[in-house]
């Protein structure tokens, strides 16, 4: 600790801080302009003049030192910041009425702090540039002529999500910010996350079209599983801002462009406001009684007539823990156990992996400490696209010097900034984790003391490696040796090392045994338990792990309590007061099967678009067309609501309290701020209400807090958990009373298996079920974009989001494109055994050769009408990455 | 393209020290700097593109467009600045329909303005490509043209 005098008054400071980290301590005011808390220091405006010890220094740079004596309002200071901020003054566009940030400047405020005057300024008016504004992006806009040099978009665009688009072009007086080549924003690297704009002190950079809120209020962002804090700013009925929360520990106020600037879904004109029912296959308005008197009719009539299994229940992602725990409990109170949701098609092979090698099957690290790994192996995770503010931090990582092995059958953006990109061939993944393994073993990488201390099994899982061939593996994959062992050594040598992954692992037919593979890496290496390591599933929607834990899923009561245990059946069925089924019910894609054979009678559907989702959705939406009663609840009349018999609107994430469990297992709040558009309610209302409509008793909660209590009742990984310990950070279960703090990272002393030990599992290399033959060459695996989310019902409802990405083009290497005789932009048949969809071509060096890449976001060219739906055994999940297909010029 | 560019980049490690030599190379090799060899050489660094851009434009010797088949350099140092080299920029501009910086549509010239080209004895001086040409009147500057591109 250092002490010193700034005007005279003795502050305190630790060593290493700026004057102006000291001055703003104590609470003087010192005017800045090209400084920024969250970024480097760039020492250019010069505004932030103190004198120190008798000479001038820039306050933001200039290190506190003992006994030192500080002045911030000497004559000679205010002279030379006056005149800096006049020489800023001078250059810079004066409109500042018609201004959007007029009043909310920075620059304006230190003009007035240091005692510019109007007529000053008019002697010294120059010409300004000039440059036309840069309307290309559709969420703000860039107007050089109120650029002041300041640098902060740069450092923003750097230092906070790494990606670098912008930099200081040109020289002299020609200077300015400019991205590759000088033009529109549009045509650049940018990824539109916005992190300049939200800092720009000027109107240089500024929001499109944005009103001031009259209030602001905490929640969590509705799209991605990284459940980054958002503050929702309000007018009247309406969403008209976002912004990162600063203070939340999971995105420190960073966002994407999705969670930044999509939400105009929100007060969309598309949203549904009256319940639905179809009468001679249209769809007529009803009120709610006479819509929920049929669901509920219908569904008890089934229930008598053919058994309780003949229902059957989709739950959501999307929705709060409160309504996924609702949602089960009406289904399990029905008498079956079918319910489930679309996690089946994402990480049930995690769930059953990661629960099979650890005991939990969850991301096993924090968000936080990403941050700290030595070295990263990302595989399967498209990070900086589908999770982009944990792309963020992987970048800032990388910057900092750690380590990063992307495996990939694309050159995604990461790769480009990788040690090792192995290039595998899709479905391919557990070879090349075998591999990996293999060198591990082989070198004797491997940490003996945490294998033998805290893991069994090894002895059998080294037989089974002993088995296997370098070579061959290598050649399955078509990675080169070389690169495997490079980055089997970078994984190993480095510690804590990292693992990351995502879809790419687990939808494939072998999916559980892809995640086994990693897992049993991660033991290998000792990389469990500390922070900076772990195996983490990067979780795909909002509450997808949420979801999971309140046992929306066909074997499991809420918490991952099985409901084989005839002791946790007689648990919740004290709790519910009705008996309950022993029997595993049915799972999501067995859900379709049984309804297209009859078993199943009525559907319900909520908040989910398995029309769009689901592999092969050709043979879905017929066996939706036939199901007898299909009930779908969500926000918008989606590809699968308008196959239903009775389509109930529902509120938003804006429109109702809740919570939702990010990736890293923590739970937040999510806070309604505005009603629900017309007679939409809540998905807790409904289903209460509902409920009631059935007979069961159980469901008069007084809001969602009360069935919090419930949950926290009979789920003991949650048992300290009430929306008063919610209020501030969220909490990260296991959460077991009202003193444990959550827990951040799993396993730090013991596994959660039976005797705390983990478990390595011999697995051996399947190929996928679909490979490229004569008939269907080319393997055809799907992914997702940054601009985009899920089937789009939401983000295709973005005008601005539509802007960026406004159409499906499947990507394919150029060599295969000119084979087949196919130019950019043409149009193309893609046919699977399954179906076929036409779509536009672009050829790109960043897909394999032999491979064709596409989204699912798009309804006009739906990717899963081509993908197929052979299940992975253990955990059931389709193999949506990969599959054989055709290309042909259309 | 991108084959030409990164046989050149392929004699450089790729450090951050040698993006002017490798800027440089590339300009040699293809006349100028386009985006997309920027990109290659970005990304042959490991540095955000926008950085290589913002280091090529502050050196006024890298151009951005495909230069002409010749280069015309018009001299503005002290000594044909007084004897009237902005009188010879504006014939020039207005001869080849260019502005300085540019290169005409048939891609015959560039056009260029330097300091001092060394010469200041026969000021003012235009110089194309290796050939100077001094004591220019605005009207003479058509012969000089003729003669290289006939
Ligand atoms: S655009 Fe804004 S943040 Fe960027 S340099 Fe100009 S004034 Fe600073
Ligand atoms: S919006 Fe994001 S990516 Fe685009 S320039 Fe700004 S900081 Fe960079
Ligand atoms: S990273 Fe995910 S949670 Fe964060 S703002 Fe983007 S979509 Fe929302
Ligand atoms: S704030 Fe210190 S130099 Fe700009
Ligand atoms: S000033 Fe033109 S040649 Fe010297």
């Not at chain 2, 009237?84 to 020039?92: H, S, T």
């Amino acid at each position: 600790m250092f002490s010193l005098t700034i005007n005279g008054i003795e502050v305190m400071a630790k060593e290493g801080m700026t004057v102006f980290e000291a001055a703003e301590k104590a609470g003087i005011y010192i005017p800045t302009l090209c400084h920024h808390e969250d970024l480097s220091t760039f020492g250019a405006c010069r505004v932030c003049m103190v004198e120190a010890d008798g000479s001038l220094v820039t306050a933001c740079r200039a290190p506190v030192e003992e006994g030192m004596v500080v002045r911030t309002d000497s004559p000679e200071v205010r002279q030379v910041r006056l005149s800096n901020v006049e020489l800023i003054l001078a250059n810079h566009n004066q409109d500042c009425q018609t201004c959007d940030k007029n009043n909310n400047c920075k620059l304006q405020e230190v003009s007035a702090f240091v005692g510019v005057t109007p007529e000053r300024m008019q002697s010294m008016r120059r010409f300004v540039k000039d440059e036309p504004v840069d309307d290309s992006n559709p969420f703000f806009y860039r107007d050089q002529t109120k650029c002041i040099m300041c640098g902060i978009c740069i450092r923003a665009c750097e230092e906070i999500n790494g990606v670098g688009a912008i930099d200081f072009a040109f020289r002299g007086y020609e200077t300015s910010v400019s991205v590759l080549g000088n033009k529109p924003i549009y045509d650049s690297r940018c990824e539109s996350c916005g992190e300049c704009v939200e800092r720009c002190p000027t109107g240089a950079l500024a929001v499109k079209d944005q009103s001031i809120a009259e209030r602001e209020v905490k929640s969590t962002c509705p799209y991605c599983g990284v459940g980054c804090g958002v503050t929702l700013g309000v007018r009247g009925e309406e969403v008209v801002s976002v912004r990162g929360t600063r203070d939340h520990p999971v995105n420190h106020g960073e966002l994407c462009v999705k969670g930044r600037y999509g939400f105009e879904f929100i007060n969309h004109p598309e949203r549904l406001t009256s319940p639905l029912v179809k009468k001679n296959g249209a769809f007529e308005e009803v009120s709610w009684d006479e819509a929920l008197d049929l669901v509920a009719d219908k569904l008890s009539g089934y229930r008598e007539q053919d058994g309780a299994d003949s229902l059957a229940g989709i739950s959501s992602a999307r929705c709060t823990n409160e309504e996924n725990y609702l949602f089960q409990k009406l289904f399990r109170m029905a008498g079956t156990n079918n319910v489930d949701h679309c996690a089946r098609l994402c990480h049930a092979p995690t769930v059953a992996g990661l629960a099979t090698a650890f005991g939990s099957g969850a991301m096993t690290n924090s968000i936080a400490d990403i941050e700290e790994a030595a070295a990263f192996f990302i595989i399967g995770s498209n990070t900086t696209e589908t999770h982009p503010v944990i792309g963020y931090r992987v970048r800032r990582a990388r910057k900092k010097g750690a380590a990063l092995i992307v495996a990939d059958p694309r050159s995604i953006p990461l790769a480009e900034q990788a040690d090792v990109h192995l290039q595998l061939l899709p479905g391919t993944n557990s070879a090349l984790l075998l591999a990996m393994a293999k060198v591990i073993v082989q070198e004797k990488l491997y940490d003996d003391a945490f294998v033998a201390d805290r893991c069994e099994e090894f002895d059998e899982y080294i037989e089974a490696l002993e088995s296997v061939c370098l070579d061959e593996l290598a050649d399955i994959t078509a990675v080169p040796k070389e690169k495997i062992i490079q980055a089997a050594r970078i994984y190993a040598e480095n510690t804590p090392s990292t693992i990351l992954y995502a879809m790419g692992i687990t939808q494939h037919s072998h999916g559980t045994d892809n995640v086994l593979a990693l897992a049993n890496l991660a033991m290998l290496t000792g990389n469990m338990g500390k922070r900076g390591g772990g195996v983490n599933p990067l979780r795909g929607q909002n509450n997808v792990q949420g979801a999971c834990d309140m046992g929306a899923l066909p074997n499991v009561f809420p918490g991952y309590q099985s409901v084989i245990s005839p002791e946790n059946r007689r648990k919740f069925e004290e709790a519910y007061g009705v008996e309950l089924s022993g029997e595993p019910g049915l799972t999501l894609t067995e859900m379709f099967k049984g309804a297209g054979t009859g078993d199943i009678k009525a559907l319900y559907v909520m908040g989910e678009n398995p029309a769009m989702s689901e592999a092969d959705t050709g043979e879905v939406k017929e066996i939706l067309e036939k199901t007898e009663f299909l009930v779908v609840q969500d926000l918008f009349l989606t590809e699968t609501a308008t196959y239903a018999d009775v389509v109930l609107p529902a509120a938003s994430f804006a429109e109702k309290d809740g919570t939702f469990v990010n990736t890293e297992r923590r739970i937040q709040r999510v806070r309604g701020v505005i009603n629900p558009p017309g007679e939409a309610r809540s998905d807790l209302e409904i289903l209460c209400d509902l409920a009631g409509r059935m007979g069961m008793s159980g469901f008069d909660f007084s809001g969602p807090e009360d069935v919090m209590e419930e949950i926290a009742s009979l789920v003991p990984n949650w048992a300290g958990v009430s929306y008063q310990r919610l209020n501030g950070d969220g909490l990260c279960w296991p959460c077991t009373d009202e003193a444990d703090p959550g827990t951040p990272i799993l396993y730090t002393e013991r596994f959660l298996r039976e005797g705390g030990r983990a478990k390595f599992s011999p697995i051996v290399y399947g190929p996928p079920q679909e490979t490229p033959d004569e008939n269907y060459p080319l393997i055809f695996t799907t992914g997702r974009v940054l601009y985009h989310f899920h089937t789009g019902t939401m983000t295709r409802r973005s005008r601005g989001l539509n802007a960026l990405h406004d159409r499906e083009r499947i990507l394919m290497n150029p060599v295969d494109a000119e084979n087949l005789g196919l130019n950019a932009g043409d149009t193309a048949r893609v046919i699977s055994r399954r179906g076929e969809v036409t779509v536009e071509v672009k050829p790109a060096p960043q897909i394999k050769e032999g491979t064709v890449f596409m989204t699912f976001h798009f309804a006009e060219a739906c990717a899963n009408v081509l993908t197929n739906t052979e299940l992975d055994p253990a955990s059931k999940i389709p193999e949506l990455k990969v599959c054989a297909v055709r290309v042909e010029p259309a | 393209m991108e084959e030409r560019i990164r046989t050149v980049l392929a004699s450089f490690e790729g450090k951050r020290n040698d993006l002017i030599p490798m800027l440089q190379a590339v300009q040699d090799e293809l006349g100028h700097l386009s985006d997309t060899a920027m990109k290659e050489i970005a990304s042959y660094v490991g540095m955000p593109e926008s950085k290589v851009y913002g280091v090529a434009t502050f050196y006024s010797q890298f151009y951005f467009e495909p230069r002409g088949e010749h280069e015309i350099k018009v001299c503005l140092g002290t000594a044909c600045h007084v004897t009237g080299g902005l009188q010879i920029v504006d014939a020039m501009e207005r001869e080849l329909g260019v502005k300085c910086g540019g290169t005409t549509c048939d891609q015959k010239f560039s056009l260029e303005r330097v300091n001092c080209v060394g010469a200041c004895a026969i000021a003012p001086v235009v110089m194309v490509d290796d050939d100077v040409y001094g004591r220019l009147e605005a009207k003479t500057v058509k012969e000089v043209l003729e003669k290289h591109a006939p």
